[in-house]
């Protein structure tokens, strides 16, 4: 089972956030063969975190739990909240396989939340600049409330251009980057 994991950071925890980098590292490093994606967030220019995003194959949501809320920095109480929601990859591939690499080009999570209506998701037809693309699923797998995306794009407006607007009750872009070891 796929999982959308996105920790927000509490405010004021940057200096946190950078005494526990190599223990988070550390526990991600064990979850290396299931993860999908993986990337900290940044609020515009100035490049402070905001949060961490990892997407995972796990055996189930007891597991995904697990994921969640032993990560070394959310037990410190680095972050305000996490979203946690089934997800499912569209794409097939991890962000490693994107034909883009690891650099070059602006990288954004956009977050499509609280659907207006259901809707049949469909990826994009230019998919050269996804980097990962699926639904944010009820805990069943049954229920589509929402979508989560990490693409490259010129600029914060054309990542939010991906997700139809009129799907969504409201849009999140936030800048993002490939995370883990370099």
């Known amino acids: 089972m796929e999982f ?96 883009g690499g690891r650099t070059g080009g602006d990288r954004f999570l956009v977050l499509g939340l609280g659907p207006e209506k259901d809707t049949d998701l469909a990826v994009p037809p230019d998919q050269d600049e996804l980097i990962a693309y699926g639904p944010l699923l009820s805990d069943d797998g049954t229920t589509w409330l929402g979508t989560a995306a990490l693409v490259r794009a010129p600029g914060p407006d054309a990542a939010r251009a991906v997700l139809a607007p009129d799907q969504y009750a409201g849009i999140e872009v936030h800048e993002w980057e490939f995370g883990g070891r370099r």
Do not use: K
């Not at 526990?20 to 900290?40: F, N, Q, T, V």
């Not at 972050?79 to 946690?84: F, G, I, N, P, S």
């Open 4 to 99: 959308f994991c996105y920790h927000r950071d509490r405010p004021g925890s940057v200096a946190l956030r950078y005494e526990l980098l190599e223990e988070h590292w550390s526990y991600m490093d064990r979850y290396a063969a299931e993860l999908i994606a993986r990337g900290p967030t940044f609020a515009g220019d100035d490049e402070t975190p905001t949060g961490s995003v990892h997407i995972v194959d796990l055996p189930d949501p007891v597991a995904a739990r697990a994921f969640a809320f032993d990560e070394p920095g959310y037990q410190a109480g680095a972050y305000r909240d996490v979203l946690l929601r089934r997800w499912r990859n569209m794409l097939g591939r991890t962000m490693w396989e994107f034909p």
